[in-house]
């Protein structure tokens, strides 16, 4: 069984403001103590489907642009994650507990649209008209997002559950700056090296002094879009001068020579208290040093699940800083993690370079192949999925669930 935990809109949107609270707790400035867990009972609704009415699932895509925030805008997928929306809200059609709310009438599988609501103010509106309980946020949050501010939701907030981080989580936490420096200053895990050049600070003295080659890239990017290594300090001024005509600031990297990983790491629920992470996944067959987008190249012809004959020591502390990441920055939805050997040797350990908010449709692992959409692409959680082919589909029932403490509100 899988147990996919949600949060009355009412916790998800509370923020300083009287009305507006995240899902996870916001971390203005690290204390001397750190990111302290998150008490999950506080955000979970205790006067909502009292009946034990069916739960009506609407999925909701990209259609906004991200704002610009500090000088940078994270760029939009192609698409806005209808893919991995459509695959969603399909495998959420064939659970017998569950309603999906789409936008027509029998969206057809081969088909991506169809299946999901814009996350526009109008389209959130839609879904909930049309008799949604539920909202699954397949999308890039932010802190303007429809979902935190618009005045014409606040009559449904206590009306409406919501799967996903908190729109003020995840503006914070998609500046992989901040993270990375977090995690760093938290101290216990693995990291690179790193420096940030900021717009109009590029000069020939303070990058030629850097251990080449090293990694620039998107201080919030989406994918490897934007990411490259950097061989001389020629090639380091080009690109950067690139990155900063969109961005104020960018990260400089030490370039990780190893194997690559990458975890997704999954949030407690009513039936585990602790975070979890699926399979390992290594990743290979990488363009210039770089794991190519999976939009480009599906991620099963370069990557696939790391069997547990193979766990060595390196594996599983890169597998238990993961889940202490989580951890400390308290999410309340599924991330992925993305790690490197520091050299190329089995003797190296893995260190921790990009915490992702939006998982690569890491909602996939939990049904059988048979079960699941005709899709174009492969993805991370099919290949995790794979060592769990032959379990009945009895064991892939799905319940969006409450803490022990509201089981009477469970769908």
């Keep these: 069984m899988v147990s996919i935990g949600y949060f009355s809109a009412t916790a998800f949107r509370q923020t300083r403001s009287p009305l507006r609270t995240c899902a ?60 991995s929306g459509a695959d969603i809200a399909y495998c959420l059609s064939n659970c017998a507990e569950i309603d999906v709310i789409s936008p027509v009438p029998s969206p057809e599988p081969s088909k991506d649209v169809g299946w999901c609501f814009p996350d526009t103010e109008a389209g959130i509106l839609q879904a909930i008209y049309e008799g949604a309980t539920h909202l699954w946020a397949n999308t890039i949050l932010f802190a303007s997002h429809p979902l935190q501010t618009s005045r014409s939701l606040d009559r449904y907030q206590d009306f409406i559950q919501v799967v996903g981080q908190g729109p003020l989580v995840v503006q914070k936490y998609d500046d992989k700056q901040y993270v990375n420096d977090l995690l760093r200053q938290l101290g216990g895990f693995t990291m690179p090296k790193a420096w940030y050049i900021h717009n109009g600070q590029c000069t020939a003295t303070e990058i030629t002094s850097l251990p080449y080659p090293i990694v620039a890239k998107p201080i919030r990017g989406r994918g490897s879009q934007g990411v490259k290594v950097c061989y001389n300090p020629d090639e380091l001024a080009a690109h950067a001068e690139d990155l900063l005509a969109s961005s104020s600031s960018i990260i400089i990297e030490e370039f990780l020579e190893g194997e690559e990983i990458t975890i997704t790491v999954m949030p407690p629920t009513q039936a585990r208290s602790e975070y979890w992470s699926l ?18 190249v599906a991620v099963t012809k370069n990557s696939r699940a790391i069997v547990d004959s193979e766990l060595d020591e390196a594996y599983i502390q890169a597998r238990d800083e993961c889940e202490r990441a989580a951890q400390v920055l308290g999410v309340t939805a599924p991330i992925r993690i993305d790690a490197r050997r ?44 794979g060592l769990e082919l032959s379990r009945p589909i009895k064991k892939y029932t799905v319940h969006l669930s409450f803490p022990e403490e509201s089981k009477s509100s469970k769908a």
């Excluded at 399979?279 to 480009?296: L, Q």
């Design 24 to 83: 996870t707790r916001i971390i203005s400035e690290l204390s001397a103590r750190g990111p302290q867990p998150v008490s999950y009972n506080r955000y979970y609704s205790k006067s909502l489907n009292k009946s034990n009415s069916r739960s009506r699932v609407a999925v909701l895509y990209q259609a906004l642009d991200p704002p610009i925030i500090d000088g940078v805008r994270k760029p939009k997928k192609p698409g806005g994650y209808q893919d």
């Design 279 to 296: 399979p390992i996944v290594t990743r290979f067959n990488h363009h210039e040093g770089i794991a190519p987008y999976n939009g480009v």
């Design 342 to 385: 520091v050299k190329d040797s089995k003797d190296s350990k893995f260190a921790l370079f990009d915490v992702n908010m939006k998982p690569v449709k890491y909602y996939d692992w939990a049904w059988p192949a048979w079960q699941r959409r005709p899709s174009k692409l492969d993805t991370v959680s099919d290949i995790c999925f």
